[in-house]
């Protein structure tokens, strides 16, 4: 059997386009940035891995999990060691609305963005869970990621200035 070598450096998908195109976007334009600490749940690894991308080239340190359970039980290893939680709401194992809740009785301040493809997931009234502080629909532009992201911050900077042990 004859072997073919590849001449090709690398393997092209569209996960890898968007990073190089968000790399690009993050050096050419004035996005906010931040030195807080992201924890990031989703049950689909590569948008983990875009996210985790994106709000590290915006300076922030960003934790990624793909299991809600696993998410929780980082949480609760040590609740102040994240700033924010961005989590999908559609996931097996547990809901994103359900480990928030879990979140916030652990502690009930940690802001929380909501992530979602599908819109009618999103509650009404972002009221029903307290610390749910915003909502980013998928697919969303890095300008409306990092907006949305710092936004959330700062308010909950404003709200509680000891909000976490690193900022």
Do not use: W
């Amino acid at each position: 059997m004859k072997r073919v070598q590849s001449t090709s450096s690398g393997i092209y998908s569209p996960i890898m386009e968007y990073k190089e195109k968000a790399s690009k976007q993050i050096e050419e334009s004035p996005l906010p940035t931040g030195k807080e600490f992201i924890l990031f749940v989703d049950d689909e690894p590569q948008i983990g891995n875009i996210v985790k991308d994106i709000l590290e080239g915006l300076g922030y340190t960003v934790t990624t999990k793909s299991d809600s359970p696993k998410a929780l039980k980082l949480f609760q290893k040590d609740p102040f060691s994240f700033d924010l939680v961005i989590t999908d709401i559609n996931m097996p194992n547990m809901t994103g609305d359900r480990l928030a809740l879990k979140l916030m009785e652990i502690r009930g301040n940690i802001p929380i963005i909501f992530c979602t493809g599908n819109k009618e997931l999103i509650p009404e009234d972002n009221a029903k869970i307290p610390g749910v502080k915003n909502y980013i629909l998928k697919p969303f532009s890095i300008e409306l990621l990092a907006e949305t992201v710092r936004t959330v911050l700062d308010e909950g900077i404003k709200n509680d200035p000891g909000h976490s042990n690193h900022t």
